[in-house]
């Protein structure tokens, strides 16, 4: 290891307590401890990298933890980056592995390959051959999942990799999600053995974004979408449950490890959980649902239909919790947004809410408990993508766990 060239700043400068039965979970924030295993692992490279940056953090407290970077060079006009990640659990070396070589994901390699992109096209998705494809990355969680884009002249394919028992989850959500009038990606092609889909893409414009730019979706073909969802006929032994206590129990360790020195954040918490522990332990699904419904997932279309993007996790839930998810998504652009996108955001949140407790004839106290607990999970994304205020942000959103709970 003499040869190592000297280790980049990691950015941001942050840091978590430390982790006990996790050894090495300090080193995670320490750049020079990350360089070091990056070359030990991969090689010392030649040239000096311009930057080391940490991605986002999926941690279990006391079990394991996933920490990605970005490792970014730059020659005169050109800059290249790649990612990487660092495995640590309980009892066991930290493992590490760069993108697109995945132990968990299979296919990935494969379908982020130009020429072995173009012979799983021929194979799994085409009726003719092709001969040249354009790969992208979309977004990679590394040990989760993959997107991907192939394009192959003026047609595009969204391509997800992802773990094998994931596969027949996806492709039985979809069937479900599509006897909606949600438009729903049609299903180009599969390939079992890899973990892979190729779906079409859909032309239209994120939800999200309109919101955020002050305009109005119409709320209320998301919600008759939403409730021919919630009552398609359904045999218990034929859906995966979603496990809310599961969900909820991880964010809760997180909470308690991270928040050790910050007593205010502690006092919420504390007042959070003596309501939503409860409600989560008796809490049971009611019907099928979507399970992690919010804004980023949904496409207007030009002809005002709605399309969804994302629908792995449907399956047997609440709902009340779609609606409360999508709303916890709302209020915490509201509150942590820019001016212009926090007013939107705010405006949308508020017809939207009220039009749902319209529609259903919900009791306002049902829909409060349950976007709390969204809210509560939500909480737990400045830790995942290490935001230099992150502990601001957790007693901010905390505190408004209670606000909700205290309507």
């Not at 990691?10 to 750049?31: A, E, I």
């Not at 401890?33 to 010392?44: D, E, I, L």
């Not at 008759?224 to 449950?241: G, M």
Request: aromatic share 12%; proline share 6%.
């Amino acid at each position: 290891m003499a040869d190592v060239l000297a280790a980049p700043s990691l950015l941001p400068q942050v840091s978590l307590p430390d982790d006990p039965n996790l050894g090495d979970f300090p080193y995670l924030f320490s750049g020079e401890w990350v360089w070091r295993a990056y070359c030990a692992s991969f090689g010392s490279p030649a040239e000096q990298p311009h930057a080391l940056r940490f991605r986002q953090l999926s941690y279990n407290p006391g079990r394991s933890a996933v920490a990605t970077y970005v490792v970014e060079w730059h020659w005169e006009d050109f800059a290249t980056q790649e990612q990487f990640a660092v495995e640590l659990a309980r009892d066991r070396p930290a493992r590490l592995f760069r993108y697109p070589d995945d132990r968990y994901l299979p296919g990935l390699k494969e379908v982020a390959a130009a020429i072995p992109a173009c012979n799983l096209l021929n194979r799994y998705v085409f009726a003719t051959s092709v001969s040249r494809v354009r790969v992208s990355l979309v977004r990679y969680r590394p040990a989760g999942h993959a997107v991907l884009r192939h394009r192959v002249g003026h047609v595009r394919f969204y391509v997800r990799a992802m773990r094998l028992n994931r596969l027949p989850r996806l492709l039985k959500a979809g069937d479900t999600a599509g006897q909606t009038d949600f438009v729903i990606p049609r299903l180009a092609g599969s390939w079992a053995e890899g973990g892979v889909v190729w779906l079409s893409e859909i032309p239209g414009k994120n939800l999200r974004r309109l919101v955020r730019t002050g305009q109005q979706p119409d709320f209320d073909t998301i919600l008759e979408n939403l409730s021919q969802l919630w009552e398609i006929p359904f045999a218990v032994d034929e859906h995966r449950p979603f496990n809310l206590r599961g969900a909820y129990r991880r964010a809760r360790r997180v909470f308690r490890h991270v928040l050790r020195d910050h007593d205010v954040a502690r006092q919420h918490l504390r007042r959070a959980r003596s309501v939503l522990d409860p409600f989560v332990e008796s809490w049971r699904p009611s019907s099928l649902a979507h399970n992690d419904f919010y804004d980023d997932q949904l496409i207007q279309l030009p002809d005002s239909k709605v399309a969804l993007v994302d629908f792995e996790e449907t399956g047997l839930g609440d709902p009340l919790l779609d609606v409360g998810n999508f709303l916890a998504h709302m209020l915490w652009s509201a509150t942590f947004g820019g001016e212009r996108e926090s007013k939107a955001s705010g405006e949308y949140y508020a017809r939207f809410r009220a039009a749902a407790l319209a529609r259903f004839g919900w009791d306002e106290r049902e829909l409060n408990l349950r976007e709390a607990v969204c809210i509560f999970r939500v909480c737990t994304n400045p830790v995942r993508h290490l935001a230099p205020d992150w502990p601001h942000r957790v007693e901010r959103g905390l505190s408004l766990v209670n606000e909700v709970l205290e309507r």
